[in-house]
């Protein structure tokens, strides 16, 4: 299949009444109203709706505006709902010309996903949809039931696949973000209460592993955590798998400003360790800050790497193959970071040297929505690894096209010196 995708937000806005049908109409209007209600009861629970579900909340606030002025209102159409307009006319595309069982298949993952979230959906429709502006006509042999990978592209003689993974924010942590901003907000009046009557401080609290998702296992935690923010005279209390203790902010924090969260992020992974989790309430008067951590160390590389071994699998091997990694914790400026990209590196070049992945001709990785406005339009920014032990021919085939690192850091409003240099070497060797 083969179709132009109009860009204009008046043309994607007429995509609004087929995609709602597909969705089920009253399923994602109910939906929405669950994501709303959920996001009102408290900050710590709109962060969840916010990172995990800001698809369905961009599309129906675009929606909500169609419905009441009968068109989309420039000012209010930021990249995120750029990217949720194309996705909701991508899936009104792509159904129009699957067949049947396509039709059928794409109409459950859609629906399915109003139970969860949107990411693997959007990743398949996003690369799909770049290929075809290269040029390429695509099918979706997994939807039509016909092959286990995603995407079968081509154009002449030239054939290639994709297989798509969306990789969790969650994905080899300890402690996953919905739980953490869940306990926060069980404790959210004590957090409230502290930051009300009294000087900024830290509470800091160390799990000796994970942060159980079960409530109920949390309530010694919680009561814990409680006592600390509540009784003058308790700063430290240490438990069965857990020590906790409160702090002054000036301690360790003096210098962070607290009123740019990025940078405040930035300094608690600098004085509790990277892999931290920090909210609470701040102010110029008072606060407290919540920061929980593990024992244990983080782990993204082994879900990654079972990601790509399993993609690889899924490729037919009868021709140059693909697998397209989404970050769904990640912005497109994250796209610069050294670490991010030398693990990728990493990893890939483990799956390419394999003796079961001479097909595989390059990895790409992107973010999760990741458009991002570069000289007055939106880009789509990504990096790729290609294969160095793959001897198919390059001619032709997509995700060629490339530009030097500080070239990418400076569209993506990053200073170059904090990516890699121009003529780095990810690795040709493990």
């Keep these: 299949m083969r179709f132009d995708l109009p860009r204009t937000i008046d ?55 169609w419905q009441e002025h009968a068109r989309l209102l420039p000012g209010e159409v930021f990249p995120r709902s750029m990217a ?3 996705f909701a006319g991508m899936t009104v595309e792509a159904h129009k010309q699957l067949g049947a069982e396509g039709r059928n298949n794409l109409q459950g993952r859609l629906r399915g996903a109003l139970k969860t979230d949107f990411a693997g959906l959007y990743l398949e429709l996003d690369v799909a949809l770049g290929l075809i502006d290269q040029g390429f006509d695509v099918e979706f042999p997994d939807l039509e039931g016909t092959a286990a990978y995603d995407i079968r592209f081509g154009n002449g003689n030239i054939v290639g696949e994709v ?6 924010a969650d994905a080899g942590r300890k402690i996953h973000r919905k739980d953490f901003y869940r306990f926060i907000d069980a404790l959210g009046p004590s957090i409230t209460e502290y930051a009300k009557r009294s000087s900024p ?14 409530t109920t296992s949390q309530r010694a935690l919680r009561t814990a955590v409680s006592r600390v923010l509540t009784e003058a005279g308790v700063t430290q209390f240490v438990g069965p798998n857990f020590q906790i203790e409160r702090e002054p902010y000036e301690r360790r924090l003096l210098r962070a400003n607290f009123a740019d969260s990025k940078e405040l992020y930035a300094a608690c992974s600098e004085a509790f360790g990277a892999n931290c989790h920090v909210s609470g309430v701040m102010n110029e008067t008072g606060g407290c800050l919540v920061v929980v951590r593990s024992r244990r160390e983080d782990d993204h590389s082994k879900p990654q790497l079972e990601a790509l071994k399993k993609a690889t699998s899924q490729l037919s091997g009868d021709h140059p193959g693909f697998v397209a990694l989404q970050f769904e914790d990640i912005e497109p400026p994250d796209l610069t970071l050294p670490h991010v990209r030398r693990r990728a590196a990493i990893l890939a070049n483990a799956v390419f040297h394999s003796k079961e ?6 990895v790409y990785h992107t973010a999760y929505g990741g458009l991002h406005p570069a000289e007055g339009l939106l880009a789509k920014p990504a990096f790729v690894f290609w294969n160095p032990r793959w001897t198919g021919t390059a001619d032709g085939l997509p995700f060629r096209a490339g530009m030097r690192n500080s070239e990418f850091a400076l569209s993506l409003g990053v200073d170059p010196a904090k990516t ?3 003529g780095y070497i990810y690795g040709r060797d493990v």
Excluded: N
Aim: hydrophobic content about 45%.
């Design 357 to 362: 992945s001479s097909h595989l001709a390059a």
């Design 163 to 168: 297989e798509c993974k969306s990789l969790s």
């Design 201 to 214: 401080a830290v509470v800091v609290i160390t799990l000796d592993d994970r942060l159980s998702a079960d």
């Design 420 to 422: 890699d240099p121009d």
């Design 11 to 65: 043309d994607l806005a007429a995509y609004f009444p087929a995609f709602l049908d597909l969705s089920g109409g009253t399923r994602w209007w109910r939906r929405v109203d669950q994501l709303y209600d959920e996001g009102k009861k408290s900050p710590f629970l709109a962060k969840i709706m916010s990172d995990h579900h800001w698809l369905e909340l961009e599309l129906s606030a675009q929606i909500a505006i």
């Design 84 to 86: 949720a307009l194309l």
